[in-house]
């Protein structure tokens, strides 16, 4: 298939689009092109994923069940399959895996490598390939053609085309979904930039083209790693605002009313989720290349990784103002998210919390709407406890570490003997002195 | 004089106001109050600068002359003396002097000191002070007042009230000047609350009242530490963008799509002005009090610091690629202002790198339309050179510093033999191959 035809597909919405990996970015990337008429087929390699998918069975907040039911059962333009050979009937294949880092904070390219030796096994010449996952700049050029041109036998720019688009979900922002969030893209030559720019264009209202591949790997790297930089600059401020008697809050709410070249973060128990901590670490990797030193990422991780043992003295020292002790306290956190609204504990700084509390003799609960259970990455099994007064006067320490919406934060500190509180929830209660404590 | 007699005369605008230090804060804020209606009397301890401002000379450019001239010469509400014993005429008093660091990046609190001591040997009971110049947290409380109360005998909150109001000028900004900026204020106590309030309202469009004046100072601190540390950042990122061949100042108009959670900062050959270098290191010291790195701080200060020397490089780099050396090259630097269109060089970092090029053997020249001249720490004095053709052609390299928007790159680029161009001036501009280099 030459270039000039996978146009003319696309420009009559004849293109079949293949996602691989349906999860957080790849279902709703995968239901808003198929809401705008283009064909999907989702690659999964878990089958009961792929199954809901086919039952129309929501497992994503930022997808509406009315929307994963429409494309589904009634345009039937959405299935899923968990055969990888079925590539071979798509004409372009975006690729929503997983880029974790493992336990040394090195990329886990597996995931990638191994959606590049699927592709390249099993499509047909003239075949688009896109890549969404955050990676570090040089990946599509460097590390995946070399993968798919020696798999495949076929030539990049000649018998298919390369492109990075970085995702760029924000879970649970209700204003900027899939479709009307601006995509970067960045294609390898200029005859997949038109196949890009025409094949996104059909779902995503405003794209923005960059020069190379590298340029939108690094873009993503550097929007996330602003984040980071800035998460860890406001908790460290933090920490000595608490040592000067400084409530950092009331600071960053009068620093915002600067109408120019200030943007308001807040510290909180640790940076949590599948972005913000890992991202700016593929950089990092990268960096060690070319025998370059990233001190300010060093430095925002470095931060981010004492914070979770630092709110652990915090709660240590409330409770040793009540004359207890960590050990055999009964400690109970409110919300284990990594934000407030949804349900995903991934990299939450909460489950790190606990855990080391959990090591210092102490009998952790937690109460989370969103979450009814979970197992951390030792194995420890954790259940959601029913919130009753009860629960609430019996733990010697309540702890806030995700402001949940629906928290009804009066009535938690009311009956509570200790609050710590992580998430400045109690900006509107007035505080009994020595009970509530905050970061 | 109670604090009810204050306030009245602040509502019948009677209150007498001196403002202690006429330079870029000083003056802009006398001429503010004055233009409202207020009796203004500047103290100035360089004598010059108080004979301007009685001639209604202008030397400060977010002062209009016209403003100037009309405060001055009609409705006479602005006059200024070097004589400190004047303080006695004055119902209010608002210090706008510099805190510098000093070589070994501490704090110099002179200025203050001795504002302080000129207020307390001079005042009238019932004065309300206030300081608007950056400092560490505490410097009002733990600083000014004793040293207040030691001088005149007299008794903070009964005898005169304190205030901290932290200056938010950013020079050359056409949108925000002194009156539509919001301005933080924190005050001590309850009655010097009510009469901040009173008096700055006379002036200011907005107030954000916050309940101590260590609020404010941090406040200010932490506004230009989150610039310190996000150009810092993205001034790393250029150089490893550089060794990887990205373009930066692309990656950051496309990270400028995002349309949440994101504000550009840009690369240059350091940071420059009179706040942002300073700032953040006034906490770093009072931070030592409690024994707290800032470690964020820190590694930004250290980047900022190297990147005059970095820059040093990439023009030896580029001169190496033409076969000269740096001894012996004339280069020419184009703008050596802090930022574009302001004529102050205080903290530059061209002069720095200036400095260090000279020190290898070149010869420096520089043209800058705002600056006809100026004399560097070490006591070399630079005149502005004419810019004409010859001048560009005859330069081994011309150096773009500073981006006024008057340069006209094109043609500069044009006659060059050379460019290193460190504020992304040549955007617009066709490159020819090996003439200009990019930061």
């Known amino acids: 298939m030459s270039n000039t035809e996978i146009l003319k597909k696309i420009s009559n919405k004849?293109?079949?689009t293949g996602v691989i990996g349906l999860g957080y970015v790849g279902l709703p990337l995968a239901v808003t092109f198929a809401n705008n008429g283009v064909e999907i087929l989702g690659f999964e390699k878990n089958?009961?994923?792929?199954?809901a998918v086919n039952e129309a069975q929501n497992y994503i907040g930022?997808?509406?069940?009315?929307?994963?039911?429409?494309?589904?059962?009634?345009?039937?333009?959405?299935?899923?399959?968990?055969?990888?050979?079925?590539?071979?009937?798509?004409d372009a294949v975006i690729i929503c895996v997983p880029t974790p880092l493992d336990k040394f904070k090195k990329p886990d390219m597996s995931y990638i490598e191994s959606s590049c030796i699927d592709i390249a096994k099993n499509m047909k010449p003239g075949t688009f390939i896109s890549?969404?996952?955050?990676?570090?700049?040089?990946?599509?050029?460097?590390?995946?053609?070399?993968?798919?041109?020696?798999?495949?036998?076929?030539?990049?720019?000649?018998?298919?085309?390369?492109?990075?688009?970085?995702?760029?979900?924000?879970?649970?922002?209700?204003?900027?979904?899939?479709?009307?969030?601006?995509?970067?893209?960045?294609?390898?030559?200029?005859?997949?930039a038109e196949i890009a720019e025409a094949l996104y264009g059909l779902a995503i209202k405003h794209l923005h083209m960059v020069s190379s591949p590298r340029i939108a790997e690094m873009t993503k790297i550097l929007e996330n790693t602003y984040r980071l930089v800035n998460i860890s600059l406001i908790n460290e401020l933090a920490l000595l605002s608490g040592k000067m008697n400084i409530d950092i809050w009331e600071v960053i709410e009068a620093a915002k009313t600067k109408p120019y070249g200030f943007q308001a973060f807040y510290p909180?128990?640790?940076?949590?989720?599948?972005?913000?901590?890992?991202?700016?670490?593929?950089?990092?990797?990268?960096?060690?290349?070319?025998?370059?030193?990233?001190?300010?990422?060093h430095t925002a991780g470095a931060i981010n990784d004492r914070m979770s043992h630092r709110m652990m003295n915090k709660i240590s020292f409330a409770l040793n103002r009540h004359k207890k002790s960590m050990g055999g306290s009964t400690i109970l956190f409110m919300g284990i998210a990594y934000k407030p609204d949804i349900?995903?504990?991934?990299?939450?700084?909460?489950?790190?919390?606990?855990?080391?509390?959990?090591?210092?003799?102490?009998?952790?609960?937690?109460?989370?709407?969103?979450?009814?259970?979970?197992?951390?990455?030792?194995?420890?099994?954790?259940?959601?406890?029913?919130?009753?007064?009860k629960l609430l006067s019996d733990a010697d320490c309540v702890v806030f570490t995700t402001n949940h919406s629906c928290f009804k934060v009066e009535q938690i500190i009311e009956k509570a003997k200790l609050v710590v509180d992580l998430r400045n929830a109690v900006k509107s209660v007035k505080i009994e002195d020595g009970k509530v404590f905050k970061l």
Not at 63 to 68: G, K, R
Not at 269 to 297: Q, T, V
Not at 358 to 385: M, Q, V
């Open 14 to 16: 004849t293109v079949k």
């Open 47 to 51: 089958k009961d994923k792929a199954k």
């Open 62 to 90: 930022d997808v509406t069940d009315a929307d994963l039911t429409n494309v589904v059962k009634e345009t039937k333009k959405l299935s899923a399959t968990a055969d990888f050979t079925r590539i071979k009937e798509c």
């Open 131 to 192: 890549l969404e996952s955050t990676t570090y700049p040089t990946t599509t050029e460097d590390f995946m053609k070399p993968i798919i041109e020696k798999e495949s036998g076929l030539k990049e720019g000649k018998d298919f085309w390369l492109c990075f688009s970085p995702e760029r979900v924000d879970p649970g922002n209700i204003n900027y979904k899939t479709d009307n969030t601006p995509k970067i893209v960045g294609a390898l030559g200029t005859e997949a």
């Open 268 to 297: 909180g128990p640790g940076i949590g989720g599948h972005c913000i901590p890992l991202d700016p670490f593929y950089l990092e990797h990268i960096a060690k290349n070319f025998n370059f030193e990233l001190s300010m990422i």
């Open 343 to 389: 349900a995903d504990a991934r990299e939450s700084p909460a489950l790190l919390i606990m855990d080391q509390l959990k090591k210092k003799g102490a009998n952790i609960l937690y109460h989370d709407p969103y979450i009814p259970e979970f197992t951390d990455d030792h194995g420890n099994k954790y259940i959601c406890s029913e919130l009753t007064d």
